[in-house]
């Protein structure tokens, strides 16, 4: 069971990026997915995540109106787009996976990824 982040990088701010989670092992369209984030001298924080029983999303306050969160079963993959990114976006962004409700706290995820750096200049 693996998960693997992608697609982060260093983007101005009111730029955009993708990132991707892809799984290896196991379907993820059998778990709840949520995308996290943590800052640098700060706890882990929850951005979004979407239900393994009807594709339901949530979104922080933080990101809502500018992240989308999105799967691609074909593909395996869950996709996080970030448009109009904020310095404060700024962390190493995690997927991870669990069966325990679609909310955005980390507690309630079992698989979790490497992460992957985004970095917001202003």
């Known amino acids: 069971v693996q998960l693997v982040e992608s697609g982060g990088g260093l983007v101005q701010a009111g730029g955009s990026l993708r990132l991707s989670c892809a799984a290896s092992?196991?379907?993820?369209?059998?778990?709840?997915i949520g995308w996290f984030r943590q800052a640098p001298g700060k706890e882990r924080e929850g951005v979004s995540c979407?239900?393994?029983?009807?594709?339901?999303?949530y979104y922080s306050d933080s990101v809502q109106g500018r992240f989308t969160i999105s799967r691609d079963n074909a593909k395996n993959t869950v996709y996080l787009q970030m448009n109009s990114l904020k310095p404060e976006d700024t962390a190493v962004y995690y997927c991870?996976?669990?069966?325990?409700?679609?909310?955005?706290?980390?507690?309630?995820?079992?698989?979790w990824g490497q992460g992957t750096q985004v970095t917001v200049s202003s």
């Open positions: 991870a996976a669990g069966v325990y409700g679609a909310y955005i706290l980390p507690s309630l995820y079992d698989y």
């Open positions: 092992g196991f379907s993820l369209d059998d778990y709840d």
């Open positions: 979407i239900s393994r029983n009807d594709d339901s999303t």
